[in-house]
């Protein structure tokens, strides 16, 4: 009996494991079946149309991303007076910015992603300056013109001009069939589908649900995404220009990132970044000036499973690069981090799995590893899949 009760202790240990591992695995299929359906959508509700994004660059409102036909803006993608630059890297995400507007009617740099800077305050500040200028003159290598951060949040233009509502990006940016289920309190009943309903005799049987038309199943909503769009190319920036003779001929790197339980409130919890040196074989290294506090702070929440987003100019083309990467393994503590070049600060280091970052690749007769610094991570919590594919924009001309 004394060998049964440990053999019994060692099979009822594994079932909470088991279901662990089991509601996980649920969650990167259900992930990357929404990363299909997403592609999908982009191309069912024209979301790759450029002419139709709008961002947010002031107080006065949603304002758009590019000119409209019949004009032209070479790559500029905000406002051209300034210094403000043009957007490099795009940022489809209608469920943020409802939130945004929702949260705050100004909507001041809602046209930023992410939205926080963790390197120098431990808080999180607004990040909407360019890290990539102020180092030479625009054409010089790994530098890129404009003051303000070059990546645009931007949201769609419905029907009548008007900005997508939020309860319209809820439905196109969330999976529908995670279906919601009540389970009661009594283990012995099953449980309860839920149905969005109309009650057409509310003011005869308000409490009576049983004459209500059903409409849907309710869902659960855990899951949402969002899509990034770079260019494979210099000209592909300018090719968003509905005016540019070669809109609509140029491919891009389009990632639906999918959410589990995001919040899609842009702020310091939500959206934040810090600095960062890549280094060679997937190793990352993530820091800030500010101290522990801020290190701690933007990797609140981040584990292993989950995705980032590493961002930086190409030293060669000069394009402003954003790429995602899974999380392998970080560090369960921060300390002081010392990366050649770079010098010395508070940070941890992280495992990742992805593509290469140029200039990571040792050279020939070159001694030391290769360290490519000036980066910038962004850390989302909360995404559980990443899909990339080179799509061309849509053009309607």
């Known amino acids: 009996m004394f060998i049964l009760l440990f053999g019994l202790m060692g099979v009822a240990a594994i079932f909470p494991v088991g279901n662990h591992y089991a509601a996980r695995s649920d969650r990167f299929d259900r992930a990357a079946a929404l990363a299909d359906n997403a592609f999908a959508d982009l191309r069912a509700r024209g979301l790759l149309r450029s002419d139709r994004w709008v961002a947010v660059l002031d107080a006065e409102g949603p304002q758009p991303v590019i000119a409209g036909p019949g004009s032209r803006r070479a790559g500029l993608f905000a406002q051209p007076s300034g210094g403000i630059g043009s957007g490099h890297a795009f940022v489809i995400d209608p469920l943020g910015y409802a939130a945004g507007l929702e949260d705050n009617p100004q909507a001041e740099n809602l046209d930023v992603w992410p939205r926080a800077y963790h390197g120098q305050d431990a808080a999180g500040v607004a990040n909407v300056a360019n890290p990539w200028t102020g180092m030479g003159p625009p054409a010089s290598p790994g530098t890129l013109p404009g003051t303000r951060w070059p990546i645009r949040r931007v949201t769609y233009l419905a029907i009548g001009n008007r900005v997508l509502p939020a309860r319209v990006a809820e439905l196109a940016f969330s999976l529908r069939d995670d279906l919601a289920v009540e389970l009661p309190l009594e283990g012995d009943r099953p449980g309860v589908q839920r149905w969005n309903a109309v009650d057409e005799n509310a003011t005869l049987t308000p409490e009576n649900p049983s004459d ?33 003779r070669t809109y609509g001929d140029h491919r891009y790197d389009v990632s639906v990132a999918v959410y589990h339980r995001r919040d899609a409130l842009p702020g310091p919890l939500s959206e934040r970044s810090l600095d960062g040196a890549m280094l060679p074989g997937g190793e990352l290294v993530v820091y800030a000036t500010a101290g522990d506090a801020a290190v701690d702070a933007a990797l609140d929440e981040i584990r292993e499973g989950e995705w980032l987003a590493v961002t930086g100019v190409h030293r060669l083309s000069g394009m402003l690069l954003l790429k995602w990467y899974r999380i392998l393994a970080v560090d369960n503590a921060t300390g002081p981090q010392s990366v050649a070049g770079l010098g010395s600060f508070a940070g941890r280091r992280l495992m990742l799995d992805g593509p290469d970052w140029p200039g990571t690749l040792p050279a020939p007769g070159a001694s030391g590893p290769p360290v490519v610094g000036n980066l910038r991570v962004v850390l989302t919590p909360g995404v559980v899949s990443v899909t990339t594919r080179s799509l061309k924009a849509e053009a309607v001309r």
Do not use: F, K
């Not at 899951?223 to 920036?237: D, F, K, M, N």
């Open 212 to 244: 209500d038309r059903l409409l849907a199943r309710a869902y659960d909503g855990a899951y949402t995404w969002l899509a990034t769009v770079v260019p494979h190319e210099p000209a592909g920036l300018s090719g968003l220009q509905p005016a540019d």
